[in-house]
C-alpha cells in the first residue's frame, strides 16, 4: 500500500505523573489510533511526558519534522489544559499545521474547547480510528470542505460551531490491530504501575459500558455500549507483551472485563492454553461479578489476582440517585463470591455528596473494612459532559473549574455541612490513611500469603509516610524529575507565544 505523503504527529502532550502512581502509561487510545493509522499514513507518536525535556522536546520536534497535521489527546479531563497548550504551542510554531484533538473531554465539551483553545482547528468526536483516517484522506486531498466526514466538529467561517453528523460505532473492534507498542519505550523507567509489581502494565480490551451511572464520562462518551476483543486476540496481544516486553501483570482497562459471559469463558480457557504465567486485575460491577458466580474458579486459574468494584458507596440511598442500578444486598453478595475465591478486592469508591455526613463516612468505611483490601476512594466529581455535572452546576455546588483539580482527590464541590473544600480533600486522604494503618492491614503487609498483596500494601505504607512528612514537616510530594510547568518553559524560552493561552493559569502547588 502507497502512504499518503500527509505528515501526521499525534502528540500525547507532557503531564504531570500523579504523585500517587509514580509512574505513567502510554495511552492505549492514542497507541491504538496510531497502529491503524500507520498502514495509511506516516505518522509519528509523541508521548510528551516520557522526554527528557517535555516542552522543549515538543517544539524541537515541531521545528525539525514540521508535520502537516498535529492531533492531541485529551484523554481525561484533568489533562485539559496542557493539550491546550500543547496547541498553542504548535500554532506558535508551526501557523499553517492543521491542528485536531481528540478524547472524551472535548468531544463532550466541544464548544467550550473552541471557545477557550482557538488554536484548535479541529475535534474528533468519539471513537478516532475511521474519522481520522477520512480527515487525514481529505487534507491529503487538499479539500477544504470537510463537513461530509462523520464525526468531526469545527468552526464554520462565522465562527459558528459545526458538528457533522454522527460517526457510528466500529463495529467489529477486532478488525483493528494490536496497539502500536513499537512507538513507544516500552523500556522507560517511568513505564509501569509499580503499586503492582516490578513489570506490571496497563491494557485495554474493550470498549465502552452498557451502564447508565450519572456521574460517568465513560458511558455517555461511549454511548452505553460494549464491544470487546475476542480471546484469541487478547491472547496474541499477551503473549506480544509476555516475549517482547517482558510483562506479566496487567490492571485490565476495560470497563467492565466480563460484560459478557461468552468472552470470559474464552479468556479463561485461552489463558490456560498459552500458559503464559501472567496476572490480571480487572474491572467489573458486582451484579456481574453475582451473574459469573460459577466461573470465578477459573478466572482464579486463568491469573486473575484482583476484581476493581465500583461500589460507590455504601447507602442505597447515594446509588439510587447517582443511577447505580444496584442493590446493597448485591454488593454485599459480589464481595462474598469474591473473598470466597480469595481475589484481592479493590472497591472504587465516593465521598463528598451532599448529604454527607460524618457517620454516613464511617458507614462506608466500616463497610470496607469487612470486604476491601485495597481502597480506592476518589473524591465526587463532576465531569463536565455528564449528567451529573448538569444537575450540579444546576444547583450551583460546581465551585471549582480549574480542570487541574478534576483528579478525584481534590474537592470541586462542598457538602451541606461542609464549605471548605481543602477541608473535604483532607478528609479523604486521612480516610485512605486511616484504612492502611490498621493493625490487620499493617499485619498483612508484612505476613500476608498473598504475595501481589503485601508488595501492594508497601507501596501504599511507604506513601502514607510520604503524605505524612508533607503535611508535617511540608516536604514536597513526588513529582517527576523531568516536570515541567509550561510557565517555566516560557520563561526559558525567552520568547513569547504568540497566541492564546486559554484555560492556562500557572499551576503554584509545583516549585519551578
Ligand atoms: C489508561 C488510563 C489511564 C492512564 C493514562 C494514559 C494516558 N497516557 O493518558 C493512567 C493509568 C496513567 C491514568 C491515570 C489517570 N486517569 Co485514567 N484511565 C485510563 C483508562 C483505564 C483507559 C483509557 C483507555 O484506554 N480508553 C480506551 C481508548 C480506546 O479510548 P480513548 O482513550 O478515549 O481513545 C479513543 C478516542 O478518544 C480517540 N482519541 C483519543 N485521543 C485522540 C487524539 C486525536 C488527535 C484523535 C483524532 C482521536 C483521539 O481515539 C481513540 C481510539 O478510538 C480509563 C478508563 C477506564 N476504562 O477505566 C481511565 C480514565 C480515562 N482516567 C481517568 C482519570 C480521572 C485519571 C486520573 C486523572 C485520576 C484517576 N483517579 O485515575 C489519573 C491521573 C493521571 C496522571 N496525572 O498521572 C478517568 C477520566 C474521567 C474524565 N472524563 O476526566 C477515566 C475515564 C477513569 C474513570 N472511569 O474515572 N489513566
Ligand atoms: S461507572 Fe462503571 S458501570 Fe457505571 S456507567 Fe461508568 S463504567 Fe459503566
Not at 502509561?25 to 509519528?44: M, R, T, V
Not at 483493528?176 to 485495554?204: C, Q, T, W
Not at 451473574?291 to 455504601?314: P, T
Request: hydrophobic content about 35%; glycine content about 6%; aromatic content about 14%.
Amino acid at each position: 500500500m502507497t502512504k499518503s505523503k500527509t505528515k501526521f504527529l499525534l502528540v500525547d502532550p507532557p503531564h504531570r505523573i500523579w504523585d500517587i502512581l509514580k509512574a505513567w502509561i502510554p495511552s492505549p487510545g492514542c497507541l491504538q489510533l496510531a497502529a491503524y493509522l500507520e498502514d495509511y499514513f506516516s505518522i509519528d507518536f509523541m508521548d510528551c511526558t516520557l522526554n527528557k525535556s517535555p516542552w522543549h522536546d515538543l517544539e524541537k520536534k515541531l521545528r525539525a519534522d514540521r508535520p502537516d497535521v498535529v492531533g492531541i489527546s485529551i484523554g481525561c479531563t484533568y489533562f485539559t489544559y496542557d493539550g491546550y497548550n500543547a496547541a498553542s504551542l504548535v500554532r506558535d510554531i508551526l501557523p499553517d499545521a492543521v491542528i485536531i484533538v481528540g478524547g472524551a473531554h472535548p468531544t463532550l465539551n466541544a464548544d467550550e474547547c473552541f471557545a477557550d483553545c482557538p488554536e484548535i482547528d479541529f475535534i474528533c468526536m468519539g471513537e478516532g480510528e475511521y474519522t481520522t483516517r477520512e480527515f487525514l484522506e481529505n487534507f491529503a486531498k487538499g479539500n477544504p470542505d470537510y463537513s461530509h466526514i462523520k464525526g468531526l466538529a469545527y468552526k464554520d467561517e462565522q465562527g459558528n460551531l459545526v458538528i457533522n453528523e454522527k460517526r457510528p460505532l466500529i463495529e467489529d473492534l477486532d478488525s483493528l490491530p494490536i496497539p502500536a507498542y513499537h512507538l513507544v519505550d516500552m523500556e522507560h523507567p517511568y513505564i509501569g504501575l509499580p503499586s503492582e509489581g516490578k513489570r506490571a502494565f496497563l491494557v485495554n480490551f474493550a470498549r465502552g459500558c452498557g451502564f447508565r451511572c450519572k456521574f460517568c464520562s465513560e458511558s455517555v462518551f461511549w454511548e452505553r455500549k460494549w464491544r470487546g476483543r475476542c480471546p484469541e486476540l487478547i491472547g496474541d496481544e499477551l503473549e506480544l507483551l509476555k516475549k517482547t516486553y517482558n510483562r506479566d501483570t496487567f490492571y485490565v482497562g476495560d470497563n467492565i472485563f466480563n460484560f459478557t459471559r461468552e468472552r470470559s469463558k474464552g479468556f479463561i480457557s485461552e489463558m490456560k492454553k498459552r500458559d503464559l504465567k501472567q496476572n490480571f486485575w480487572l474491572q467489573s460491577r458486582a451484579d456481574i461479578v453475582v451473574r459469573d458466580a460459577d466461573l470465578m474458579a477459573g478466572f482464579k486459574e486463568a491469573g486473575v489476582y484482583q476484581f476493581m468494584i465500583g461500589v460507590e458507596y455504601s447507602s442505597q440511598e447515594v446509588l439510587n440517585t447517582l443511577d447505580k442500578d444496584i442493590s446493597m444486598q448485591t454488593v454485599e453478595k459480589a464481595m462474598q463470591i469474591l473473598q470466597k475465591h480469595q481475589f484481592m478486592i479493590m472497591a472504587t469508591l465516593m465521598i463528598g455528596h451532599w448529604d454527607e455526613t460524618d457517620e454516613d463516612r464511617q458507614k462506608l468505611f466500616d463497610f470496607c473494612t469487612k470486604y476491601v483490601n485495597h481502597f480506592g476512594l476518589n473524591v465526587v466529581t463532576p465531569l463536565p459532559g455528564t449528567e451529573f455535572h448538569t444537575e450540579m452546576k444546576a444547583l450551583g455546588r460546581v465551585e471549582n473549574v480549574d480542570y487541574r483539580k478534576f483528579d478525584y482527590i481534590q474537592a470541586i464541590m462542598p457538602t451541606k455541612e461542609i464549605d471548605d473544600l481543602d477541608k473535604i480533600t483532607e478528609l479523604h486522604l486521612g480516610m485512605i490513611r486511616k484504612f492502611y494503618w490498621r493493625p490487620i492491614e499493617l499485619w498483612r503487609t508484612f505476613f500476608s500469603k498473598n504475595k501481589i498483596l503485601r508488595h501492594h500494601h508497601r507501596y501504599f505504607m511507604k506513601y502514607g509516610f510520604e503524605v505524612a512528612q508533607h503535611e508535617i514537616f511540608g516536604k514536597p510530594l513526588w513529582v517527576q524529575e523531568n516536570f515541567q510547568t509550561f510557565e517555566s518553559f516560557l520563561r526559558e524560552r525567552g520568547v513569547p507565544i504568540n497566541g492564546s493561552f486559554a484555560g492556562y493559569e500557572p499551576d503554584e502547588s509545583v516549585e519551578i
